[in-house]
Structure formats: C-alpha cells, structure tokens
C-alpha cells in the first residue's frame, strides 16, 4: 500500500557512513544500525536522538510499487518502487545516499547525491528503483544518509509486504477521501485496473486511462486531454475524478464532474456507455491547493518528474491508471 511510513533514526559520526557506503554495489551487504555499537566504529548511536523529531520534514517517507507486481499470478514480479523523501537539499545538511535492502541487508540499489542535486522546490530528487523482483512476504528497507557537518543521520524505513499501490483512502487529502473510501460494486477501496488484472469483466476498451498532453511549461504547467472511459450510465456509474500523478502519487493537477454534468470541452455525456468526450487537466491552482490543503511537500510539479500518472475513475468499479514517460 502506497502512502508515509515513519523512520527510525540513528545519529553517528560521518567517517563511519562514508566507510559503509564507499563499498556498496548490488548485492554487497549493507551494515544493519543495531549492529554499529559492536563494530566499535560510531561514536554514537541512537533510535531517538534528542534533536530529532519523529514527526519532522524528513522523518517520513513517501513510497508507490507499481510494475508486474501481483500476489496471485504466475508472472514474475518485475516491479518499480518510487521514493519521495521529504528533505531540502543545503549546503550544510543534504541526502548524500539512498539505498534499498532486502530484509537481509542486502543492497538491491543505491544512489548518491551532492547539495547541487535537487528538484525545483530544492527537495531531493525522486528515487526510484526500477525492474526488481520483489516477494509478498517479504519485507524491504530504504536507508537514507542526511550529512549534517561532521556527523550523519541515518534514515530507516521498513516496506513490510510490499503490493502494489492504490489511490486509497489513507493516501489521499481529506476533502478527496471520502470520495475514495469505496466503489459502488463489491465496495473495494482505490483498486486500480490495468491490462493485467481486473476484479470486473469489463475489459480494456472501456477501463483504461487515456491522456494526450497538449502542453507542458517551463513554469510547470501542463494541460492533458484526458479521455472519459465511457458515458454516463447513471447516478452512481459514472466518469468522476481525472487526475494527473506524480511518480509517488502527488496530486500535480486534477477535476472532479458531478453525475450528468458536461465536461469543460463541452460535450454532453448523458445516457451512453459508450466512448463519450475527454476532459482537460491542467496543474493545481492556488484556489485548488487551499482547498485541499496541500502542503508545499504534498504537491507534485511536473518538471521534477521523469513520468506523470493519468488516472480516471468510474464510481461504480474501477479506478484506471497509464504512466506518460517525460524523459
């Protein structure tokens, strides 16, 4: 499941982190922080250091699995694991490594970064680990290293049982949440359909998310023609929420349509089931991000993405999803 899981923080001289990650390549094994003590080779170690809240802009972190990735199929997991980690890269307190382990510390990807390498609000870039296999029962660590002059904290987030996500009900702001507790049939929280998998008999033809992107801005704008999945059948089976996604699942723009409401290009929609109109999308306004209650680090900007998320939901079964490569 797709959302914020909070860290376990450890606190230890720079010299040691730099000995650690210096060596790391796939499949070498990463040192667990419960064990440095031992080692003798930190000058200090702590779960909860003194002057770090656990609650703080960088404590958590923001995670989507997607890729061929399902628990009841015979295809092998190839999967991606997108990371967004809320800290501002500076001068004097940057991310200078991320790496992904399996329960057994042992290294799956890592990445590594200066002060200069950071997205356009100055947070660290998006890290995603692509094409891995990953076990449902299993559970996966992202480690993060923040240099902090001399010493370095140390980030650990746990991943127990990764599936993939869904825009469920605890992932999104509030006045969307309740909107996106259940659908009408079998009441299934934010599942999303995909040419793999569907828990309906409704095919690919009039369940999938299609988007056109007929702008993009070096400001970060971006305007889709999002195409509507079918018709209005009735009050509670209809074309609702268009939504464009960053890599974690950050609202970068969206619209939502009343039953039997025209789409903003105009075109009527009521008593088909048929392919009927598309919607235009563009990126959140700044009635739309108060009205949300968005936080700087919750909204998503297309320039810092190497590929959006196009979602469409019909309320009554499905909730479709197609990803759109920038890069």
Same mark, same amino acid.
């Given at each position: 499941?797709?959302?914020?899981?909070?860290?376990?923080?450890?606190?230890?001289?720079?010299?040691?982190?730099?000995?650690?990650?210096? $060596?790391?390549?796939?499949?070498?094994?990463?040192?667990?922080?419960?064990? $440095? #003590?031992?080692?003798?080779?930190?000058?200090?170690?702590? =779960?909860?250091?003194? +002057?770090?809240?656990?609650?703080?802009?960088?404590? /958590?972190?923001?995670?989507?699995?997607?890729?061929?990735?399902?628990?009841?199929?015979?295809?092998? /997991?190839?999967?991606?694991? /997108?990371?967004? $980690?809320?800290?501002?890269?500076?001068?004097?307190?940057?991310?200078?490594?991320?790496?992904?382990?399996?329960?057994?510390?042992?290294?799956?990807?890592?990445?590594?970064? +200066?002060?200069?390498?950071?997205?356009?609000? &100055?947070?660290?870039?998006?890290?995603?680990?692509?094409?891995?296999?990953?076990?449902?029962?299993? /559970?996966?660590?992202?480690?993060?290293?923040?240099?902090?002059?001399?010493?370095?904290?140390?980030?650990?987030? &746990?991943?127990?049982?990764?599936?993939?996500?869904?825009?469920?009900?605890?992932?999104?702001?509030?006045?969307?949440?309740?909107?996106?507790?259940?659908?009408?049939?079998?009441?299934?929280?934010?599942?999303?359909?995909?040419?793999?998998?569907?828990?309906?008999?409704?095919?690919?033809?009039?369940?999938?998310?299609?988007?056109?992107?007929?702008?993009?801005?070096? +400001?970060?704008?971006?305007?889709?023609?999002?195409? $509507?999945?079918?018709?209005?059948?009735?009050?509670?089976?209809?074309?609702?929420?268009?939504?464009?996604? +960053?890599?974690?699942?950050?609202?970068?723009?969206?619209?939502?349509? =009343?039953?039997? &409401?025209?789409?903003?290009?105009?075109?009527?929609?009521?008593?088909?089931?048929?392919?009927?109109?598309? #919607?235009?999308?563009?990126?959140?306004?700044?009635?739309?991000?108060?009205?949300?209650?968005?936080?700087?680090?919750?909204?998503?900007?297309?320039?810092?993405?190497?590929?959006?998320?196009?979602?469409?939901?019909?309320?009554?079964?499905?909730?479709?999803?197609?990803?759109?490569?920038?890069?």
């Amino acid at each position: 499941m797709n959302g914020k899981i909070k860290s376990k923080i450890y606190k230890m001289d720079r010299r040691f982190m730099l000995k650690a990650t210096g $060596l790391l390549s796939v499949g070498s094994q990463f040192v667990n922080p419960s064990s $440095l #003590m031992a080692m003798g080779e930190c000058e200090m170690v702590s =779960d909860i250091p003194t +002057d770090v809240k656990a609650l703080a802009p960088g404590s /958590s972190l923001q995670y989507w699995v997607d890729g061929i990735h399902f628990q009841s199929s015979t295809l092998k /997991s190839r999967a991606n694991i /997108s990371c967004f $980690l809320d800290v501002k890269q500076k001068i004097d307190e940057f991310v200078e490594s991320v790496v992904l382990t399996d329960s057994s510390n042992k290294v799956i990807g890592a990445y590594y970064y +200066d002060a200069s390498t950071k997205m356009s609000t &100055e947070h660290v870039p998006f890290v995603i680990f692509e094409n891995i296999e990953l076990d449902h029962l299993q /559970s996966y660590r992202v480690f993060y290293v923040v240099k902090k002059g001399t010493e370095s904290l140390l980030y650990l987030h &746990e991943i127990a049982n990764p599936a993939r996500s869904s825009m469920n009900s605890h992932f999104l702001p509030e006045i969307i949440r309740q909107d996106f507790v259940q659908f009408v049939y079998e009441k299934t929280p934010g599942l999303l359909t995909n040419p793999f998998q569907f828990y309906t008999h409704n095919g690919i033809n009039t369940h999938s998310a299609k988007g056109h992107i007929l702008d993009i801005g070096s +400001d970060g704008s971006i305007k889709v023609d999002m195409e $509507l999945m079918h018709g209005d059948a009735h009050k509670n089976h209809y074309m609702r929420y268009f939504m464009i996604l +960053d890599p974690v699942g950050r609202i970068v723009g969206y619209v939502k349509r =009343d039953w039997n &409401e025209t789409t903003n290009k105009g075109t009527a929609l009521t008593g088909s089931k048929g392919k009927a109109g598309s #919607m235009i999308v563009e990126q959140l306004t700044p009635a739309q991000i108060t009205q949300l209650g968005l936080t700087e680090s919750q909204i998503g900007n297309v320039n810092d993405a190497t590929f959006l998320r196009f979602a469409t939901e019909d309320i009554f079964d499905a909730l479709a999803m197609s990803v759109y490569r920038l890069a």
